[in-house]
């Protein structure tokens, strides 16, 4: 199995939650929602034992830690992979000015608001006189943030061959689905922040592909669908339905050769193996399963497996009460082109 490193956000990262990938390629490294910008500031040396709380978790200690330390560098390092992939949508989300103990840094921090309310209450940070504040990323010194991008081009130049650098060039879906599973379009002033956000970014990547010769490019496809997330109208464009998840893991098959109908239970036939290997990732829920159908079939559709766990529900079982199990089946192998 190859091993890759994901520097970015969901956008990224979620490629290789896809089913096709699952039994080829594992993440050993996530660095997440970290801006170039970020990575290479300044760093705020607070012991990593002072974000060893009962509150955070884990994985909040480890941002934390990249965020404010600048310590994601030294963990790649650490723990070298065979790829490593970007996104740098993260740089279009809100910043942080932050200082400490007469020391100034930004972070493009996951989770910030409420993070860094947590220390900001705490003695220590008290004591240190620790503050924070949101900034816009427009009020970034562009020629600061295209140095901190020059700075992870001679990092990766030195640490990775260009074949093993792949930069994901993101799409922003223009259109969304709400709960009752209708593709909805966004507001104009949604629609237009939204447009300029991934202009920006793409413009780091163009720039970023630009100075890597041999690089892997890795394009999102333009006609995605946003999905409903925790219940917001209009939500942010980086989450998406189940079936663009199904066409980026297949483009990112093509992209690293991986043929992954080696890998599946030659009990099933492709798109039904495919189908259960969506169900048994914990990133598939049973709502991504149903938004699919809405998609493919180009009608609304309820669940009607609310309060049931999904492993509980087994793929033959998805037609009872909606009688579309085949059509969405076929609809896969319609999309790929595969024939059981």
């Keep these: 199995m190859q091993t890759m490193s994901v520097w970015g956000c969901c956008v990224g990262r979620n490629i290789f939650n896809a089913p096709q990938l699952l039994n080829s390629i594992s993440v050993k490294n ?5 801006t170039p910008f970020s990575c290479f500031d300044v760093p705020l040396n607070i012991p990593y034992e002072k974000f060893d709380l009962p509150v955070f978790t884990k994985f909040e200690k480890e941002c934390l830690d990249f965020n404010l330390n600048k310590t994601c560098i030294e963990k790649l390092e650490k723990n070298k992979t065979d790829y490593i992939t970007f996104d740098f949508v993260s740089s279009s989300f809100e910043m942080f000015r932050i200082t400490f103990n007469d020391k100034t840094t930004i972070a493009r921090l996951w989770e910030g608001r409420r993070l860094l309310n947590v220390l900001s209450e705490i003695k220590y940070f008290k004591e240190n006189e ?22 992870l081009i001679r990092w990766l130049k030195i640490n ?10 993101p799409t922003f879906p223009n259109k969304w689905l709400n709960k009752e599973l209708k593709v ?11 447009k300029d956000d991934e202009k920006y970014v793409r413009e780091l990547t163009q720039y970023t592909i630009q100075q890597i010769d041999g690089c892997n490019i890795y394009s999102f496809p333009e006609n995605m669908v ?14 998406y339905t189940s079936m663009d998840y199904l066409q980026q893991g297949e483009l990112m098959c093509e992209l690293l050769g991986v043929d992954w109908e080696k890998s599946y239970c030659m009990d099933l036939p492709p798109c039904s193996y495919m189908m259960e290997k969506w169900r048994l990732n914990y990133y598939y829920s049973r709502k991504k399963l149903f938004d699919t159908e809405a998609i493919l079939l180009d009608q609304p559709r309820k669940d009607p497996f609310i309060g049931t766990s999904i492993s509980s529900v087994s793929i033959s079982s998805w037609g009872k009460g909606l009688n579309t199990v085949n059509q969405l089946k076929s ?4 999309h790929f082109k595969k024939k059981c």
């Design 226 to 239: 946003a999905a409903e997330w925790e219940g917001r109208t209009e939500p942010p464009p980086f989450h």
């Design 331 to 334: 609809k896969v192998l319609e």
């Design 184 to 194: 909805c379009k966004y507001s104009e002033k949604n629609e237009l922040k939204y």
């Design 30 to 34: 996530f660095i997440f929602q970290i």
């Design 160 to 169: 990775y061959r260009p074949e093993q650098i792949i930069f994901c060039i």
């Design 130 to 151: 620790f503050a924070y504040e949101i900034i816009d990323y427009s009020c970034l010194p562009p020629e600061l943030v295209y140095d901190a991008q020059d700075q």
